[in-house]
């Protein structure tokens, strides 16, 4: 297996991780963590700082549907697609773009809406699977240094 497929490996089998992290996690002793890094971002997997793009979360059943990640290192704005193995939420997508809101954006939790000035979608209903969603780089909070 490449470097590069192992990384891709890991990172699915450990979507919450840094770069760092993973670095440990695969044991690379001739592949220095920024050659991992590198590979992460170009696969849209973390930001440059090393900030996980791809997380699973849970979503409450509310008006508005609050999601909780630990963590998140996502701002106001960033765009989120969501994926699930089951069924999200009545108001939810898969495969649709959302924004992440300021109302309600904690280091751990925050709300979507389906346009960056839009209101929070609500959710209803149930769900099944584990949901995945995967924000773009271009609003992390730490891509805004």
Not at 44 to 50: E, P, Q
Not at 94 to 119: M, N, R
């Amino acid at each position: 297996m490449s470097a590069y497929a192992a990384v891709l490996k890991a990172v699915k089998e450990n979507p919450n991780k840094t770069a760092a992290e993973l670095a440990v996690v695969l044991q690379l002793e001739e592949q220095p963590v920024d050659q991992v890094l590198i590979m992460l971002v170009n696969d849209g997997r973390v930001d440059k700082h090393g900030v996980a793009l791809v997380h699973t979360f849970t979503v409450t059943l509310a008006t508005p549907g609050v999601f909780s990640i630990t963590a998140h290192g996502q701002a106001a704005l960033a765009a989120v697609v969501l994926s699930t193995t089951g069924a999200l939420p009545t108001g939810l997508a898969a495969a649709t773009e959302y924004y992440v809101i300021a109302g309600g954006l904690t280091a751990d939790a925050f709300e979507v809406a389906a346009t960056p000035a839009g209101s929070a979608i609500a959710t209803s209903v149930s769900q099944s699977g584990t949901h995945t969603a995967t924000f773009s780089p271009t609003y992390s909070s730490t891509s805004q240094e």
